[in-house]
């Protein structure tokens, strides 16, 4: 795995944990520790060969709990907080978040309440009316909301 792959995984897991309304000062950690991972000059493989734990912690916003993720990514591709997560929050809620109109918050709604977890499941909730009864969502956000499906 290379960092922008770590990186991104961080990122999508933040996004996750806000959609879920999750601790904020969790979620901040892991998108400081994305942003410093996707443009670490070393790959963070080397480091970890090289150094182990102690060399990722090197890392601004990478402590000793993401430094351990970070090995447990490159010995098995994925890390088991992320895994409890996706298993409860599906991955592809985060594509709901591309759609102009649907923030966290949105989207937050629309997975717990609606049981929607992608943009299918999304089209087809939109062409059934169900945008009405959405909570914050007025005419000009359903209608942004439509035009992009």
């Given at each position: 795995?290379?960092?922008?792959?770590?990186?991104?995984?961080?990122?999508?897991?933040?996004?996750?944990?806000?959609?879920?309304?999750?601790?904020?000062?969790?979620?901040?950690?892991?998108?400081?520790?994305?942003?410093?991972?996707?443009?670490?000059?070393?790959?963070?493989?080397?480091?970890?060969?090289?150094?182990?734990?102690?060399?990722l912690q090197s890392i601004?916003?990478?402590?000793?709990?993401?430094?351990?993720?970070?090995?447990e990514m490159l010995e098995?591709?994925?890390?088991?907080?992320?895994?409890?997560?996706?298993?409860?929050?599906?991955?592809?809620?985060?594509?709901?978040l591309e759609i102009p109109?649907?923030?966290?918050?949105?989207?937050?709604?629309?997975?717990?309440?609606?049981?929607?977890?992608?943009?299918?499941?999304?089209?087809?909730?939109?062409?059934?009316?169900?945008?009405?009864?959405?909570?914050?969502?007025?005419?000009?956000?359903?209608?942004?909301?439509?035009?992009?499906?």
């Amino acid at each position: 795995m290379n960092n922008e792959s770590i990186a991104r995984r961080f990122a999508n897991l933040a996004a996750l944990m806000d959609i879920r309304g999750d601790d904020p000062f969790r979620l901040s950690s892991y998108r400081n520790a994305a942003e410093a991972i996707e443009t670490w000059p070393t790959p963070l493989e080397k480091i970890a060969a090289e150094e182990g734990v102690a060399g990722l912690q090197s890392i601004p916003g990478v402590g000793k709990a993401i430094a351990g993720k970070v090995i447990e990514m490159l010995e098995r591709g994925t890390f088991d907080a992320y895994e409890r997560l996706t298993a409860e929050t599906p991955e592809t809620v985060l594509d709901l978040l591309e759609i102009p109109g649907i923030g966290p918050k949105t989207a937050a709604t629309l997975h717990q309440k609606f049981k929607v977890s992608s943009r299918e499941e999304l089209r087809k909730f939109v062409d059934g009316g169900g945008l009405a009864m959405v909570d914050g969502i007025g005419p000009k956000t359903a209608e942004r909301i439509k035009e992009s499906l």
